[in-house]
């Protein structure tokens, strides 16, 4: 494993068309939007930012109902877990929580300034939940 002052952590939306991700610090203080993916081409994608990044943990949205049972897509996202472990076997896979990122991030969107045109992009949306699962996980992991 790397030194883990030198790595990083990733945060996932996965979604069944297009995947925001999200990238911390160095110190795992911070999340930061990076990018929207076509799902079909995460695993390419994220084959050159693991390495490059020096990643050391992947954080995944568990999609939760209200009532806590488990959306649909999460048959999708234990399929692309098992990829992932696959190719990454020494990466560290976490799960959180999901519940509201987009929601929060439609607010973020909406009270930015960002005009309607481009609040209508929805790749924006989802790396900012993305950012904001990164986020949840470092919150409850440095307390």
Do not use: W
Request: glycine share 4%; no cysteine.
């Amino acid at each position: 494993m790397l030194n883990n002052q030198n790595t990083k952590y990733i945060g996932i939306d996965y979604g069944k068309k297009r995947t925001g991700i999200s990238i911390s610090d160095y110190n795992k203080i911070i999340s930061f939007p990076l990018d929207t993916i076509e799902t079909d081409k995460l695993i390419i994608y994220l084959k050159e930012l693991i390495p490059n990044e020096k990643i050391e943990r992947v954080i995944i949205g568990k999609p939760l109902k209200l009532n806590n049972q488990v959306h649909k897509l999460e048959d999708d996202i234990v399929l692309f877990i098992k990829s992932l472990t696959s190719i990454f076997p020494d990466i560290i896979i976490d799960r959180i929580d999901e519940r509201y990122t987009s929601k929060i991030s439609n607010l973020i969107v909406r009270q930015s300034g960002i005009n309607q045109k481009s609040r209508m992009n929805k790749s924006i949306i989802d790396k900012i939940s993305a950012s904001l699962i990164l986020e949840s996980y470092l919150i409850k992991t440095n307390k």
